[in-house]
Nanobody, 124 residues
Framework: QAQLVESGGGLVQAGGSLSLSCAASGRTFSNAASAWFRQAPGKEREFVAA???????NYADSVKGRFTISRDNAANTMYLQMNSLKPEDTAVYYCASSRTVLWATSSASGYNYWGQGTQVTVSS
C-alpha cells in the first residue's frame, strides 16, 4: 500500500522560512509527477507546486519566486522549501503523487496518492 508522509510543518513569523518533506513508502515516486497542495481554513484545497521525474516544475503564481519544489528519486522523498512566508501561506500542506501523469500538472485529479498533511502557520 502506497503511503506518503509529510513532515517539517510548524509555526514561523512572516518573512521566515520552512522546509517540508514528503517521504514515500510502499511505492516510489517513479517517473510520474508529484506535487504539493494546501488547504486553508474555510477554503478549498489549492495547488502549490509540482515536479516531474525530469525535474520540470510548475508553481502557483502566489508562490513563484518564494517556494522551491524538488525531488530526490533515489531517496523517494520530495521537498518544498518555503521562503519569505506570508500569513496567507497558513494552511495544511499535502503532498501528492501520481501513478501515471508524467507532466507537472496542477490538477488535483491527476494525483492518486495523498499524505495526511502538515500544518504550516505564519504569524504576522
Amino acid at each position: 500500500q502506497a503511503q506518503l508522509v509529510e513532515s517539517g510543518g510548524g509555526l514561523v513569523q512572516a518573512g521566515g522560512s520552512l522546509s517540508l518533506s514528503c517521504a514515500a513508502s510502499g511505492r516510489t515516486f517513479s517517473n510520474a509527477a508529484s506535487a504539493w497542495f494546501r488547504q486553508a481554513p474555510g477554503k478549498e484545497r489549492e495547488f502549490v507546486a509540482a515536479v516531474n521525474y525530469r525535474g520540470n516544475t510548475n508553481y502557483a503564481d502566489s508562490v513563484k519566486g518564494r517556494f522551491t519544489i524538488s525531488r530526490d528519486n533515489a531517496a523517494n522523498t520530495m521537498y518544498l522549501q518555503m521562503n519569505s512566508l506570508k500569513p496567507e501561506d497558513t494552511a495544511v500542506y499535502y503532498c501528492a503523487s501520481s501513478r501515471t501523469v508524467l507532466w507537472a500538472t496542477s490538477s488535483a485529479s491527476g494525483y492518486n496518492y495523498w499524505g495526511q498533511g502538515t500544518q504550516v502557520t505564519v504569524s504576522s
